[in-house]
């Protein structure tokens, strides 16, 4: 019988021999095509000082929250800031958590319960599934933005129902049809859920608000360690969700409330956001320069993407890394998404762009996928 040390070393050889090997990687100094600060918030030095000023308006602050928002981790600060967040994404209340993956898991494995149904779209966030496996309700997955498909899922659910998409895919970069989503779950009376970690920045309250739906979403998450350079995370949606995820939600419950730093960041981060619009128009100038200079062909596609996020199909492990070290050796930061993170055969490079990025950046990033893309 073997070893649990010689457990873990197979299972990485194995992971090795497969091309699937993960290993950490310290800061380097290539041109940034990865990261998810899609406005430059992470690297802002407006940024910084206005969190240095918050610091210094407060400093009979402790350096930590000392223990859970139930115990002796509660500000009024926080539940200020709670409810400012809420109005900034027309929200009745929010429940702030500790991460982007403490919101899903906490939302998503105390809401539904057993003998309830979650539905979510295929390529759905793998923190929201790990919650849906916690809440022990039937679980179902529909194809990637496919209608009929989640219709075909709708008539099997059973008791409560929660629909879960993302408003901007994070491996596609996409956007679901929510409108007709919303039609389809109203008319089966089920609850939609959307997770808008990738939509706020590019839509600056997220993406169910820039469309006007916000009052027919039941719950939003947003999460700040993109588009808003910090950290942390906050479920939108009523009062009684609130109140029931304080009661129910163990990642919320059982963890050490953020510190005061982190929260004044992501106050100081909100305040940018609202005088962000010059940041967002470079934005989108920056992905419609890459889009126009992209010249790929149907063996090497380019996903339909509107969003900060552009990925490139190459369809097995090797290509991708091909690719991503190409460009790297060229002072780009592209990453490949290697199967098992995306499903066989639609691995990929992912591309992130962002206000920073300089043309004569994206046309070398350009230069180098067209000349990969029609190499004989």
């Not at 699937?20 to 940024?47: H, I, M, W």
């Not at 309700?137 to 998409?165: M, P, W």
């Not at 005088?275 to 996903?303: C, M």
Request: hydrophobic letters at 40%; charged letters at 20%; aromatic letters at 8%.
């Amino acid at each position: 019988m073997a070893t649990a040390e010689e457990y873990l070393i197979e299972k990485l050889a194995d992971r090795k021999q497969a091309g699937t090997y993960r290993s950490l990687k310290p800061e380097n100094r290539l041109v940034d095509f990865c990261s998810n600060d899609y406005l430059g918030f992470a690297r802002s030095q407006v940024l910084k000082d206005a969190i240095a000023k918050e610091l210094t308006l407060h400093t009979g602050q402790n350096n930590g929250s000392t223990g859970s928002r139930l115990i002796s981790g509660n500000l009024i600060y926080t539940e200020d800031l709670e409810q400012s967040i809420a109005a900034y994404h027309n929200a009745e209340k929010g429940l702030l958590f500790n991460s982007g993956y403490d919101a899903n898991v906490g939302l998503f494995s105390s809401l539904p319960q057993k003998g309830d149904t979650i539905i979510h779209d295929e390529l759905i966030h793998a923190s929201i599934i790990d919650g849906a496996r916690l809440s022990h309700a039937n679980r179902y997955t529909f194809r990637h933005n496919d209608l009929e498909s989640l219709e075909a899922k709708l008539k099997q659910a059973k008791g409560i129902c929660y629909v879960v998409i993302e408003s901007v895919y994070s491996m596609d970069g996409d956007s679901p049809p929510i409108v007709d989503i919303l039609n389809l779950t109203e008319r089966y009376g089920a609850y939609l859920i959307a997770d808008e970690a990738h939509a706020v920045g590019l839509y600056p309250a997220g993406l169910i608000s820039h469309l006007g739906l916000a009052d027919k979403v039941f719950a939003r998450v947003v999460t700040f360690g993109k588009a808003l350079g910090c950290h942390g995370a906050i479920v939108l949606g009523s009062d009684a969700l609130r109140n029931y995820l304080i009661n129910f939600a163990r990642s919320f419950i059982y963890t050490t409330a953020a510190s005061f730093h982190q929260l004044a960041a992501i106050k100081m981060a909100y305040q940018l956001l609202a005088a962000a619009k010059q940041d967002i128009d470079q934005l989108k100038q920056v992905i419609g320069w890459f889009k126009e200079g992209t010249d790929v062909n149907a063996a090497q596609p380019l996903i339909a993407s509107d969003s900060a996020i552009q990925c490139i199909l190459l369809y097995s492990n090797g290509k991708a890394m091909e690719l991503a070290a190409l460009l790297q050796d060229k002072g780009l930061d592209v990453r490949a998404i290697l199967s098992p993170t995306v499903a066989k055969g639609a691995e990929r490079i992912r591309i992130c762009l962002h206000s920073y990025n300089t043309y004569q950046e994206i046309d070398s990033l350009t230069c180098t996928i067209n000349t990969f893309a029609h190499a004989k």
